[in-house]
Structures are given as structure tokens and as C-alpha cells.
């Protein structure tokens, strides 16, 4: 059964203050690991796919990486308007049965402090 | 390009009615994936519908059941519903069904009392 665990539960930043999300995962046959951001009260914003481990995505202050047990998003800078929920989802291979799906994790909540 | 749309925004039902929620896909999307998200928990898959037949499911009753028409848009109906049903049920279409990303709608926020 594939399982992901993000940490920490919930971080406060000052405006400006950088730090790293961390999302652990197991899985059999990973394809894919997902970053979304969620606001209050709305669905899942898709922010990057990452495939296989050494692989880097990069928008704006964001940056995902990936490694063969977790990924890490590095928020560098960031904004009062940087603050949601950030959530982390794999994919599954066909073997586990879990190839159509998503596996969430719970979601680390992020406040930025002007 | 039109994103994905889900109606009502909220809803409000008590134990033991049934409740259908729908779900239109992007525009080009011709898979649809339900999820549940109770609160402060990230989403947990209900199902998947590709070209009308349900070829995914998980860890739910069959009280939960779909349908996706052909325009790719879809329906969640739950059925004797149940206070734990409350939550924001997300609904997300894809191009395909078992590569890439997905795209979420607003979600569909449901009270059962």
C-alpha cells in the first residue's frame, strides 16, 4: 500500500524567512510525485510533477526535488501570499494496484508573516 | 481553455438521504477521478471513470457510486448517507487515467446532519 508523510504539520515563516516542505513516501513503481498548493474552502492547485530521483522543478520561489524516499519543496523568499497548504501526492505502479490513483499525503500549512 | 467545474458549492443533506454531485473535465480531459477530503486530511481516492466505465477504485463502500457521460462529464451519487460522509469532495480530470498530473475543481463542500 503506498503511504506519504509530510512534514512538518504546519510552519510559520517570517516574509522573507526560506525554508523546505518534506514529503516521505513509499511506494511500489512510483509514476510520479505530485505537488499541489490548497487554499481554505478550494480544490488542489497542481504545481509539479516529478518522475525520478535527482529530477528539479523550479517556479517562481518554489523548487521540488527528488530523491529515491522523498521529495522536499524549498520555498526560498517568500510572500504573505505563499501561504496555503501544500500537499504531496505519488502515483503507483500497475503491480500495486495503484496506478490510476493519487496517494496523498496530509498536507503541511504553511503562514507567511508579512 | 475551461477548467474543471463542480456544482453545488455546498450542500447540506441528512442521515440516510442520497446526494449526486457533478463534475464537468477540462476541456480535452476524457478521465475523471472523486476524492474525499475530511478536514485537515489530504484527499483519499474514491474512484476513476475513463470513457464511462469505472476502471479504478478505492477504499469505499459501494453506497458510492458514479457515472461519467459522453462528454467526459461525471456524477458521485452516495447513498444512505452517514455523518462521517461529510467532507469537500473533490472531483479531477486528467488526459489519461494512469500517467500525469491531475486537475482539481473547487470541490463540492457537503454537511450531513
Known amino acids: 500500500e503506498d503511504q506519504v508523510t509530510q512534514s512538518p504539520e504546519a510552519l510559520r515563516l517570517q516574509e522573507g524567512e526560506s525554508s523546505s516542505l518534506n514529503c516521505s513516501y513509499t511506494?511500489?513503481?512510483?509514476?510520479?510525485l505530485f505537488w499541489y498548493r490548497q487554499d481554505p474552502g478550494k480544490g488542489p492547485e497542481f504545481l509539479f510533477t516529478?518522475?525520478?530521483a535527482g529530477e528539479e522543478k523550479e517556479k517562481e520561489r518554489l523548487k521540488a526535488t527528488l530523491t529515491k524516499k522523498e521529495s522536499f519543496l524549498h520555498i526560498t523568499a517568500p510572500k504573505p501570499e505563499d501561504s496555503a497548504t501544500y500537499l504531496c501526492a505519488v502515483r503507483g505502479g500497475f503491480s500495486s494496484g495503484s496506478a490510476r490513483q493519487l496517494t496523498f499525503g496530509s498536507g503541511t500549512q504553511l503562514t507567511v508573516l508579512p | 481553455e475551461t477548467g474543471v467545474t463542480q456544482s453545488p458549492t455546498h450542500l447540506i443533506k441528512t442521515r440516510g438521504q442520497q446526494v449526486t454531485l457533478r463534475c464537468s473535465s477540462q476541456?480535452?480531459?476524457?478521465?475523471v477521478s472523486w476524492y474525499q477530503q475530511a478536514l485537515g486530511q489530504g484527499p483519499q481516492f474514491i474512484f476513476q471513470?475513463?470513457?464511462?466505465?469505472?476502471?479504478g477504485r478505492g477504499n469505499f463502500p459501494p453506497r458510492f457510486s458514479g457515472l461519467q457521460f459522453p462528454n467526459y462529464s461525471s456524477e458521485l451519487n452516495v447513498n444512505a448517507l452517514e455523518l462521517d460522509d461529510s467532507a469537500l469532495y473533490l472531483c479531477a480530470s486528467s488526459l489519461t487515467g494512469d500517467l500525469g498530473e491531475q486537475y482539481f475543481g473547487p470541490g463540492t463542500r457537503l454537511t450531513v446532519t
Open positions: 516529478l518522475y525520478s
Open positions: 511506494v511500489s513503481g512510483l509514476r510520479g
Open positions: 476541456s480535452g480531459h476524457n478521465t
Open positions: 471513470y475513463y470513457r464511462e466505465e469505472e476502471n
